[in-house]
């Protein structure tokens, strides 16, 4: 049976979803998942747009050996160069190259003329091609380009040695019929079209993305790009977990396979929540908190009978795994590892001796641990022994009659200092104390508190939404309560605000122009 392409550009597309920036660290764990995921493609970044950048893509092409590492480039010669230079020691590796090819983008972004972009793109292939076989081409904008300047351009870069043909729905303008009509015509009009691979890269602005890429797969593309949670630029591209099981569970009609491992998009699903800091929405399909959720008492009759009734697929295929293990304040370190383990989480001995210190801590707030104060444990916690800043202790003092007052004690680079503030209320009191300590100043841009379990010793899950020198940063935190939940929050999005500022440096000669990408 013929194999479709999973090619992921969550660390690259998905990394310019506002609020989704990661870590060098962060990049590479989540690679590493990918690569256990069973992606065929790994998009790393853009090498020559930063220092780190760099850096990131070259350690991901070393570390990565089962996938294909790739770094997406303008159509340049210092883009190229900065690719191939990080790329260059890694096992298997390519070369993404673009440039828009609609007459408004010609026209308003590049201010060139259809001969000029044609004449950069085959000069871009054809100086990738000297370093590796393995070149795509990308014309940026395709589906609100000239069919005719498609079919032109894409038989030049074949010609060029472009063995990699995508086609972006840049904004996500196309309809699943016109996207399935672009393909067939270019699969009948490109030059040595039989010799190479059509592929797509579509955005979700209409909410088509995944839809469109079907459509794409029905007339001929066999490299599908997307990203884990659907995550990229405004309203994101094609999910790859829809994507996946769409094949899978009607295989029947689109007649394909693939290399992906369907019983690790969950645990990629939430390994890029805890990354970023955001949640998918309850009804998300596949991963979505509701996905495997039956509330109407129909449907929960029917599926105690028979999954199949209302179930199209089962949870466990997508690495979703149900207990009736319960935990709590004497239960061990192994218990809880294995648990965690079961709800589809890696983590080494030192995340969960972590882990296990503050489950300890958890227990005897509770009276009983659920499976998702555990996983808010593991989200909220993994990585947390490493930040510049760690709450250690809280005091606030509220009322009708007081003053809203906060006094907090925290490791800043290991040394503790301690402060007091007042606020509009014990939140607002919690959090100017922190700007205090740290001397961070910000905007709160977002306050969203839930429930993580009922009850009313339940854990309460605070996100914030921060904004610093046009930086937006996403922290969540946990805790029974609520205003200690507030700070750990506030502290976990200015941790991740210290490591995104520490990525930036001055730019390089060609970040003089807008980078843009598919």
Known sequence: MEKI???????????QSPGCSMSAEEKLTLAKQLERLGVN??????????????DSVREI??????????????????????????????????IHTFISTSELHMRHKLQMEPTEVKKMAIAAVERAKKAT???EFSPEDATRSDPNFLIEILSETVRAGATILNIPDTVGYTTPDEMFELIKLLKNEVYNSDKITFSVHCHNDLGLGVANSLAAIRAGARQIECTINGIGERAGNASLEE??????TRQEYFGFDFDIDTEQLFPSSKL????????????????????????????????????????????????????????????????????????????NDIDLNHIFVEFKKLADLKKQIFDEDIEALVTHGIGKQKDKFVLEDLIVTSG??????????????GKSSKKASFGDGPVDAALNTIKKLTGIECKLTSYVVKAITGGTDAQGEVSVGVEKNGMRITGRGAHTDIVVASALAFMNALNRLEVREKKISPASPIKKKILGGI
């Open 5 to 15: 392409k999973f090619f992921d550009t969550t660390l690259r597309d998905g990394e």
């Open 41 to 54: 493609t790994i998009e790393a970044g853009f090498a020559a747009s930063s220092p780190g950048d760099f």
């Open 61 to 94: 092409g070393q570390k990565i050996h089962n996938s294909t590492v790739i770094s997406l480039c303008r159509a340049s010669k210092n883009d190229i160069d900065s690719a191939i230079e990080a790329l260059s020691d890694a096992k298997n590796w390519g």
């Open 133 to 135: 076989d393995n070149v």
């Open 243 to 248: 994507l996946v099981m769409a094949l899978k």
């Open 272 to 347: 890029l929540s805890q990354i970023t800091g955001v949640d998918v929405q309850p009804n998300k399909a596949i991963v979505g908190a509701n996905a495997f959720a039956h509330e109407a008492g129909i449907h929960q009759h029917g599926v105690l009978k028979n999954a199949l009734t209302y179930e199209i697929m089962t949870p466990q295929s997508v690495g979703i795994k149900s207990s009736s293990l319960v935990l709590g304040k004497h239960s061990g370190r192994s218990a809880l590892g294995e648990r965690i383990k079961e709800m589809g989480f890696n983590l």
């Open 400 to 413: 009708t009659s007081a003053i809203p007052t906060a006094t907090i004690v925290m490791k800043i680079d």
